[in-house]
């Protein structure tokens, strides 16, 4: 028996929540993020998307592109409530729900409270709630695994309503291009052109040694995806596995007495979430962001169970001595504590997504 999953992912989450509650907003291209100095774009609306303006980019870069932009501040309250309100119509229809982040998630509805038997019907009921309660457009992917109803949910987007059945997943998967694969980013896919691999058809044709050879764990999925095989169930508790800190800067710095007074900075104000929340990690990850975007990220795992300021302090040293950025500019600094065998900066099967609705 197949499952019945649907992926919700609400269009342009953030942005369509300020022109929904700003109707001077509405229409107009529109950024939320900070405009001034090293300010990043959170999220663009549909409107800003179409000049180029994308979710990560500096702000800077993205008013060159539309000179028309209307930045706005975050409001992370104001989104946190809004989800809120959307799980509550998810939970109309079942309680197996996964959050992914606050604007999209996965459904299992196989049973549902509602007794529907097409998910097809439960997703139309769900996106018109979302847009009659809220205002605000959802898109959804249906299918029997969570790798292709992610991808049906992005196939039609804006106000999207795509359905993969299993009869005609194989080929749908077989004329998708690689980069629409659910974990394969700007990287992969370019490593995936170089060895001739441009579409799921392709990607199909690799033996598993061979994807593994390649891509290391990742290929295992690939090779599973490639052919519409996905066994994750939809789980409605995830345990966070990590806790984390960083700071892009208003100038960039350089000299290992900047980096030093930057990290101690951020190591008590990583201490102070960790206590919060009652976390505990053996694995301490360090982000670094030039100036020209590049990026590195290096880790040290084993860390003993009572991590105090020294502990940390210390690692970051070993991993400053190992890696010199000094005399590089930075522009953003990061640390993140995890759980031994969890990734601290991304899910395993989204190893390279950037942060976008």
Not at 246 to 272: K, N, Q, Y
Request: neutral net charge.
């Amino acid at each position: 028996m197949y499952r019945k999953i649907i992926h919700i992912d609400m269009d342009a989450f953030y942005a369509s929540v300020e022109q929904r509650d700003d109707p001077s907003l509405a229409g107009v291209p529109v950024a939320v993020g900070q405009a001034d100095g090293r300010g990043v774009v959170a999220a663009a609306s549909y409107e800003a998307r179409r000049y180029g303006v994308r979710s990560a980019m500096s702000s800077s870069k993205a008013r060159k592109l539309c000179p028309g932009l209307k930045f706005v501040n975050c409001r992370f309250d104001v989104y946190k409530s809004v989800s809120a309100q959307i799980h509550d119509i998810f939970h109309e229809y079942t309680d197996i729900m996964e959050p992914i982040s606050l604007d999209e998630a996965f459904l299992d509805v196989t049973e549902n409270f509602a007794g529907i038997p097409l998910a097809l019907d439960i997703a139309r009921e769900i996106k018109h709630k979302i847009r009659e309660r809220l205002s605000l457009v959802a898109s959804a992917g249906v299918s029997y695994n969570k790798f292709l109803a992610k991808i049906a949910s992005d196939y039609r987007k804006p106000d999207g309503l795509c359905v993969i059945p299993p009869e005609r997943a194989v080929e749908f998967i077989a004329k998708m291009p690689v980069e629409s694969f659910w974990g394969v980013g700007p990287v992969t896919a370019a490593k995936m052109h170089n060895l001739g691999i441009y579409t799921g058809d392709d990607l199909a044709k690799l033996t598993l040694g061979e994807l593994r050879l390649h891509f290391g764990k990742a290929g295992a999925q690939y090779y599973q995806f490639a052919r519409g095989i996905d066994n994750r169930p939809v789980e409605a508790y995830r345990e966070r596995k990590s806790r984390g800190v960083e700071r892009t800067l208003d100038a960039d710095i350089s000299t290992p007495e900047e980096i030093e007074e930057l990290c101690s900075e951020l190591v008590d104000e990583l201490l102070g979430r960790l206590e919060k929340a009652k976390f505990t990690g053996s694995v301490l990850t360090m982000k670094v962001r030039f100036a020209d975007f590049s990026q590195i990220t290096r880790s040290v795992s084993g860390l003993p169970r009572g991590l105090d300021r020294k502990i940390l302090l210390e690692n970051i040293h070993d991993i400053l001595a190992k890696n010199d950025i000094s005399g590089h500019a930075i522009r953003l600094l990061g640390l993140t504590v995890s759980k031994s065998g969890a990734s601290s900066l991304s899910n395993p099967l989204q190893l390279e997504l950037d942060f976008d609705e």
